[in-house]
C-alpha cells in the first residue's frame, strides 16, 4: 500500500488545530504521586498536540468534587464543590477523554464520580434545545493489573453515548500487566510503553477521536432535529406516531 493510499490521499488529512480536548485523569492518587494512567494519556496527549489540538487535562484525585447528581452540590448539602469549574472546562472541550484504573475488576470510584457529576449535569440544554454534551465525542482509557479493560471500558462509553458525547469507532484502548500483583504500567520491565497492542489501540483511539470532533464541527454539531427537549416538550413529536390507547 503506498503512503498516499494508507493516509486516505493528500486531500483527505485534515487540520485540527481549532479543536480542544480535556483528558480527565481518575487515578486515587493525588499529584504529585506517580499515576500509571498518566502513562497512556501523555500517549494519546501527545499525538493531539502534534496536530494542533489544544489540550486541558484534570486530575479528578487533585479536586474537591462532591458526591451527588446535582450540577452544584452545595445547593443540596455539600460543604463545597468545585465541579460547576470543572464543567466549564468540559463544555469547553470537543472531545473527552475519561481515563483511569481498574480495582477489583471496574472502574475506579474517582471515574465513577466523575461520571456521576457529568451525568448530574446531561439534562442541561445547548442553544440549540439539545442536550448539553451533544456535538461532542468521547472515548476512555484503561490501565491495571487485574482484568476488566474490556468491562471497564464498556461502561464508560455507554455512559458517554447514554449522556450524549458521540462515539467512533474503536475509541478505547488499555493495558493489562500480568494479573496481580503484576507490575503496573509505568514499573520498570513492565512492558506496558513497549506494547504494540496498546500503542496501536491508543494510537487508532486518538484519531478516531480527531476525525470524528472534525466532521462535527464542520457540521456545525450534531443535526438539530428529532432531538430537541424543549420541542417535545412543547408538543413536536418529529413524526413519532402516537396511536390510540385501546
Not at 520491565?189 to 478516531?208: H, I, K
Amino acid at each position: 500500500m503506498t503512503a498516499s493510499a494508507a493516509s486516505g490521499g493528500a486531500s483527505a488529512r485534515s487540520t485540527y488545530d481549532d479543536l480542544k480536548a480535556l483528558f480527565i485523569n481518575c487515578t486515587l492518587k493525588p499529584s504529585p504521586a506517580v499515576s500509571n494512567t498518566q502513562g497512556l494519556v501523555d500517549i494519546s496527549r501527545s499525538i493531539m498536540e502534534r496536530e494542533g489540538v489544544q489540550v486541558d487535562e484534570i486530575r479528578a484525585a487533585d479536586h474537591d468534587i462532591a458526591t451527588g447528581t446535582w450540577p452544584d452540590m452545595t445547593e443540596h448539602g455539600a460543604a463545597s464543590d468545585v465541579w460547576p469549574q470543572l464543567y466549564e472546562r468540559v463544555l469547553d472541550a470537543d472531545i473527552l477523554v475519561l481515563a483511569g484504573p481498574i480495582w477489583l475488576g471496574d472502574n475506579s470510584s474517582v471515574t465513577k464520580r466523575v461520571v456521576e457529576r457529568l451525568y448530574s449535569c446531561s439534562s442541561l440544554l445547548n442553544d440549540r434545545g439539545q442536550y448539553a454534551y451533544y456535538g461532542r465525542v468521547g472515548g476512555c482509557l484503561v490501565t491495571g493489573n487485574e482484568d476488566g479493560v474490556k468491562h471497564c471500558a464498556m461502561n464508560l462509553l455507554y455512559s458517554l453515548q447514554h449522556l450524549g458525547y458521540a462515539i467512533p469507532p474503536q475509541s478505547d484502548a488499555g493495558w493489562i500487566g500480568e494479573v496481580g500483583p503484576g507490575p503496573s504500567y509505568l514499573d520498570e520491565g513492565s512492558g506496558g510503553p513497549q506494547n504494540d497492542f496498546t500503542n496501536r489501540n491508543t494510537t487508532f483511539m486518538t484519531w478516531n477521536l480527531m476525525h470524528l470532533a472534525r466532521l462535527l464541527k464542520d457540521a456545525g454539531g450534531f443535526p438539530a432535529y428529532g432531538n430537541q427537549r424543549a420541542e417535545w416538550d412543547a408538543g413536536c413529536r418529529f413524526d413519532y406516531e402516537n396511536p390510540e390507547h385501546r
